[in-house]
């Protein structure tokens, strides 16, 4: 089976860092994607990790290892905007169908 | 804009009353994915069209069906809902490729539904 895990909410305030942690096990690996989700509307892509290490894109990052199994997505000069559901999410090679399995999502509140 | 569009963006529905949920999508990608998503939960994927090839989850109820008449356009039919099925449900497309981000996947704005 595969099992995602990721805290269910964190509190950060505004201009401060916050990075959130991501477990996995899963066969059949090929990435791992982050997306952020507003309450109520569709997760929009923030990040992809296929090889070990740091991707940078502005103030977000994102790190992955795969033989922890193990990713983080590190949000830096937190605004207020940033307030949202962080999902992370394991893709299966085409052999499984090319599926996203979601973690449960981490719930995100920046105060002011 | 290339986009994926969900139509309705709210549904209200009465207990057992079939109802049918609209993706399309401009992107020209051929796979198409459903998901369902509850209230702070993550989303579930119920089935997905590779072209044409339906594959369908395991653990998706015989309740949810789907057509994808064209590469454009995919359908969420609810054939009996109950109150279980009070959701969001996002409609998604990727392209098609062996590795790497292309398999990233965009994601409609989603229909919520309400069942009474």
């Known amino acids: 089976g595969q099992n995602i895990d990721q805290p269910t909410e964190m509190t950060a305030t505004e201009g401060a860092i916050v990075q959130i942690n991501c477990t996995y096990q899963t066969s059949g690996f090929n990435g791992l994607f982050w997306y952020q989700q507003h309450a109520g509307e569709a997760p929009t892509f923030l990040s992809y990790n296929v090889l070990d290490g740091l991707e940078e894109k502005g103030r977000f990052s994102s790190f992955l290892s795969r033989s922890k199994g193990y990713s983080y997505l590190l949000l830096k000069e937190l605004q207020m905007k940033d307030s949202a559901s962080y999902l992370c999410?394991?893709?299966?090679?085409?052999?499984?169908?090319?599926?996203?399995?979601f973690g449960g999502g981490t719930r995100v509140l920046v105060k002011p | 804009d290339a986009m994926v569009i969900q139509n309705p963006r709210y549904q209200v529905t009465q207990f057992g009353k079939p109802v049918t949920l609209s993706c399309s999508q401009t992107?020209?990608?051929?796979?198409m994915y459903w998901y369902q998503q509850k209230s702070s939960q993550a989303p579930k994927l119920l089935f997905h069209y590779y072209d044409k090839d339906f594959n369908n989850e395991a653990d998706t109820p015989d309740n949810f069906q789907s057509r994808r008449p064209n590469t454009s356009f995919c359908f969420l039919d609810i054939r009996s809902p109950g109150l279980g099925d009070a959701a969001m449900y996002l409609c998604?497309?990727?392209?098609?490729?062996?590795?790497?981000?292309?398999?990233?996947?965009?994601f409609g704005p989603g229909t919520r539904l309400t069942v009474l």
């Open positions: 999410a394991v893709l299966r090679g085409k052999a499984a169908g090319n599926k996203l399995t």
């Open positions: 998604a497309t990727s392209r098609d490729r062996r590795t790497g981000r292309l398999n990233e996947q965009f």
């Open positions: 992107l020209n990608h051929n796979v």
